[in-house]
């Protein structure tokens, strides 16, 4: 019997997996926004800005942003800059073709990207908390950005104006498994040209940024687990009603 060999060897590769999608470098704990309505709208106001250009996330309709709090004129006002309507779906006028050329490959669709990104170092918005924060400069990449996340991105870096440029720092240390080599230990970053944020304001604005794209993966997630609580109760005063009703059935019976 080698299939269950086969999947057990599989499982036992997948964490090597998530790592190596993830590059190696560990995740940061995104802060919780997921009640801060503040939050949820200046990230949806962020993601218009710099995310839509070149990624579609076309499961979202502008007018669910109600959901947050916003009317239908903040909407309008400050969320569709070229004609798009209000229940149209968020979308990027970028044509697949030119995205492919320009980046060497299409932007993925941002809808769900929070809960693809999941995995056992950490949930998606972990993973996109860190992402968004770990663009440095490598003018050997097309771009001239690179990323500790993911290594050799094809995405440039969308925040820059607001991060500003920024070195990387590696120092060279041994192998532990191997004595012979050296491998390039990650000890910080060094800040070339200053954005429009400090670090503390762009790390905020990141966790805004990263709390909509969780809200947008699952916008009833709230509820479905505000329903679940009131399942779990009904659950527990059916099992104590079903206990009472069979020792009752029972108590006679010897």
């Known amino acids: 019997m080698n299939f269950p060999k086969?999947?057990?060897a599989i499982l036992a590769l997948l964490p090597a997996l998530a790592m190596a999608n993830e590059g190696g470098h560990p995740l940061d704990k995104a802060p919780d926004r997921s009640t801060n309505m503040a939050a949820l709208q200046h990230g949806a106001k962020l993601f218009v800005n710099y995310c839509l250009n070149c990624h579609n996330a076309s499961s979202m309709r502008y007018n669910r942003l109600k959901d947050l709090g916003l009317t239908e004129d903040q909407i309008k006002s400050?969320?569709?800059f070229t004609g798009e309507k209000v229940g149209e779906m968020m979308t990027t006028s970028m044509k697949a073709k030119d995205a492919k050329e320009w980046f060497g490959a299409v932007p993925p669709d941002l809808s769900v990207i929070s809960r693809a990104?999941?995995?056992s170092a950490g949930t998606g918005g972990d993973y996109l908390y860190t992402y968004l924060r770990t663009f440095y400069k490598d003018d050997t990449r097309p771009t001239g950005w690179n990323n500790l996340v993911l290594p050799n991105v094809a995405m440039p870096h969308a925040l820059w104006e607001l991060q500003g440029a920024r070195n990387v720092k590696m120092v060279e240390e041994k192998?532990?498994?191997d004595a012979g080599k050296t491998v390039h230990k990650f000890v910080g970053f060094e800040q070339v040209t200053?954005?429009?944020l400090n670090q503390l304001d762009y790390d905020t604005a990141v966790a805004d940024l990263v709390a909509y794209m969780e809200w947008m993966a699952e916008p009833a997630a709230a509820k479905r687990k505000q329903l679940g609580?009131?399942?779990l109760l009904f659950m527990a005063c059916f099992v104590l009603l079903a206990w009472r009703l069979n020792a009752s059935y029972w108590k006679e019976v010897k």
Request: hydrophobic share 45%; charged share 20%; aromatic share 6%.
């Open 6 to 8: 086969k999947l057990l």
């Open 78 to 80: 400050n969320l569709l």
């Open 117 to 119: 990104k999941a995995s």
């Open 175 to 177: 192998d532990p498994h």
């Open 194 to 196: 200053p954005g429009k």
């Open 229 to 231: 609580v009131w399942v």
